[in-house]
């Protein structure tokens, strides 16, 4: 039996591994990072802030630039970061960039009530793609409604929209109970009472509402809310690892605000030596062909015992 969570003891989380990985984790420092770079997963750092999002922004566009009339190509994009979606509107202005081929899947939204978080929601996803990055684009430059999917409770139209069209590459976050989307980690529920999921059984989950640990929905007051955390739902509808799989890239922002130094350490040492385990969702995209880590820099920072 694997051990209990030093967080939440009715679910499966980081720190039910083994102590050894979490140790070795705490070990790395920023050139550690860069050497857990391999076929198929490639760590890459930036040193301004002004560059990062830069960066982050132009895959959107990278991946807009590919779409034809015959093979229709989009990206996958998250709130959270959020600090691209402006500079995404402002390039394709600049550029001129006709999106009528293109395509965008929102990652994922809250659930209240058992419905999906509406336009009126102040933490709304699609909300937040809309105000700061979509309806900031020129008319005549923006994409057809139809291509803008954002994930619904009733799921099918969402997971259909899927095979519409390439995505060229899916980006991400992490959160502090490393999840991308909101692939948490599930609960210590049976059959699952010793040992969490297999990798390959976590893999078969597509675009579905899940439950949040709890730990998701502290940071998610934390970093949107000031902290305030009745005001977060405890459920969302996710993409999943299915239609993860189906993205050509897997691109993950790491800009220090939504993990800690410990939790990037963690996840980039588990794909990188490939150890999947679906107490840490992140880790089983150590099995996707073609995954990226972005840091910024100073978001590293250290693991050292600092008393404040």
Request: proline fraction near 8%; include cysteine; charged fraction near 25%.
């Amino acid at each position: 039996m694997r051990r209990q969570s030093m967080i939440a003891p009715g679910w499966w989380d980081f720190t039910t591994l083994d102590r050894a990985i979490l140790d070795d984790a705490a070990r790395l420092d920023a050139g550690d990072l860069l050497g857990l770079s391999r076929d198929g997963f490639t760590v890459k750092f930036y040193d301004t802030v002004e560059d990062f999002y830069l960066a982050e922004a132009l895959e959107y566009i990278d991946a807009w630039r590919q779409a034809t009339p015959s093979r229709p190509a989009g990206i996958c994009g998250p709130i959270g970061p959020t600090e691209q979606l402006p500079l995404v509107a402002r390039l394709v202005n600049a550029l001129d960039l006709d999106l009528r081929h293109c395509h965008f899947w929102g990652m994922d939204e809250w659930v209240i009530d058992g419905k999906e978080a509406g336009l009126d929601f102040p933490l709304g996803f699609a909300r937040t793609d809309l105000e700061l990055c979509f309806n900031r684009i020129r008319p005549e430059l923006r994409m057809p409604p139809e291509n803008l999917h954002f994930p619904a409770v009733d799921a099918r139209a969402y997971i259909a929209s899927w095979d519409q069209a390439r995505c060229v590459v899916m980006q991400g976050g992490q959160g502090e109970v490393k999840h991308w989307a909101f692939n948490d980690p599930p609960k210590r529920e049976p059959p699952y009472i010793d040992q969490p999921p297999p990798p390959d059984e976590y893999r078969k989950l597509g675009a579905r509402v899940v439950d949040l640990h709890p730990m998701t929905m502290i940071q998610n007051a934390r970093t949107s809310g000031g902290g305030v955390v009745q005001n977060v739902p405890s459920q969302a509808v996710s993409v999943g690892p299915v239609e993860t799989w189906k993205a050509e890239k897997v691109s993950i922002w790491h800009a220090g605000m939504h993990d800690n130094p410990f939790g990037m350490r963690l996840t980039t040492l588990m794909i990188g030596k490939r150890i999947a385990d679906s107490a840490v969702p992140m880790s089983l995209l150590a099995d996707h062909p073609n995954v990226q880590f972005n840091f910024l820099r100073s978001a590293i920072g250290s693991t050292r015992v600092e008393m404040h």
